[in-house]
């Protein structure tokens, strides 16, 4: 089995898997860092449910265990799927609870990204 020859230490500490999206891991960072062409959106949402849920099972372990074999074999994808969620605004309003509507600007005033 080859080593790798990177410099990233991994994260030491043990984290509970409820607190790891807050602190992203090295090999993540490392992975998102990554400039590799996309694939188009319409076939990465079609990719993450396909195979049985095998692709984001795998994904997600390795997330949580910071595995950097598995998160560079799946480069493309990881990126792919950022940009594509990222892209993918719904500019109507929205029915998120018993004919309630809202606006894509109230929730983006509302609601912040990340531990704010």
Same mark, same amino acid.
């Given at each position: ?9 991994? @994260? &030491? ?8 999206p807050?602190?992203r891991?090295?090999?993540? +960072?490392?992975i =998102?860092e990554?400039?590799?062409?996309c694939d188009?959106?319409?076939e990465?949402?079609?990719k ?11 994904i997600?372990?390795a997330? @949580? &265990?910071?595995?950097?074999e598995?998160?560079?074999n799946?480069?493309?994808?990881i990126?792919?799927? +950022?940009?594509? =969620?990222?892209?993918?605004?719904e500019k109507e309003p929205i029915?998120?609870?018993?004919g ?6 109230h929730?983006n005033?509302?609601?912040k990204?990340g531990?704010?």
């Amino acid at each position: 089995m080859a080593t790798s020859s990177r410099t990233v230490e991994k @994260l &030491s500490c043990g984290i509970s898997r409820f607190l790891l999206p807050t602190v992203r891991c090295p090999c993540y +960072r490392e992975i =998102i860092e990554t400039n590799i062409k996309c694939d188009p959106e319409n076939e990465t949402f079609s990719k993450w449910t396909k195979e049985d849920g095998q692709c984001h099972r795998v994904i997600n372990t390795a997330l @949580l &265990s910071d595995d950097y074999e598995i998160l560079k074999n799946n480069v493309q994808f990881i990126n792919s799927l +950022r940009i594509a =969620i990222r892209n993918n605004n719904e500019k109507e309003p929205i029915e998120v609870y018993r004919g309630l509507t809202m606006t894509s600007e109230h929730v983006n005033k509302e609601y912040k990204v990340g531990l704010q």
